[in-house]
C-alpha cells in the first residue's frame, strides 16, 4: 500500500512500462475519417512495445488506414489505480523473422477465434499517472 499523500502521481516512463507489464487488457484508439472508434484487446509488451493479435475487420483496418494511435491500459484497487497511455505507430507484422520474434511475447488470442495477424505498437510517447483515492477535500 502506498504511503503518498497526493492524490495525483505523475509516472516515469520505466515505471509505466513496468505496470503495462503487470495488465493483460487494454484499448487501442484509432480514427479514421475524423471518427474515433475504441477497441479492448488482449496485449503482451515486448521489447517496450505493444503487441496484440486481431482477425480481418474493423480494427485492423482502422489501424492501417491511420496509424497513429493511442494505447490505454489502467488498473485499480480499493485505495488506488493507475492509468498509462501509449501514443505511438501501429504497425502489421510482416515477415517471418518479425513474427518468430512476437511469438516470443506468448500472446494468445482470449476468444476462440483465428486471429492471424499481429500488430505492434511502437511508442512515440508513453505517460501515466496513479491516483490515490479518497474523498473530495472540504473547501475553505
Known amino acids: 500500500m502506498s504511503t503518498r499523500t497526493e492524490p495525483i502521481e505523475i509516472l516515469s516512463e520505466p515505471e509505466c512500462w513496468g ?70 505507430v501501429a504497425r502489421t507484422l510482416r515477415t517471418d523473422e518479425e513474427m518468430e520474434e512476437a511469438a516470443k511475447a506468448q500472446l494468445l488470442p482470449w476468444t476462440a477465434t483465428a486471429k492471424t495477424h499481429v500488430v505492434r505498437i511502437s511508442p512515440v510517447r508513453v505517460t501515466g499517472r496513479r491516483f490515490r483515492f479518497g474523498p473530495e477535500p472540504v473547501a475553505e
Open 19 to 88: 505496470l503495462l507489464g503487470s495488465v493483460a487488457l487494454g484499448r487501442i484508439v484509432t480514427t479514421v475519417d475524423n471518427e474515433a472508434h475504441i477497441f479492448p484487446v488482449n496485449f503482451a509488451v515486448h521489447n517496450r512495445t505493444i503487441l496484440f493479435r486481431t482477425a480481418e475487420g474493423t480494427k485492423l483496418i482502422s489501424a492501417a488506414i491511420n496509424n497513429h494511435v493511442l494505447f490505454e491500459a489502467d488498473d485499480h484497487n480499493a485505495v488506488e489505480g493507475w492509468s498509462v497511455i501509449v501514443r505511438g
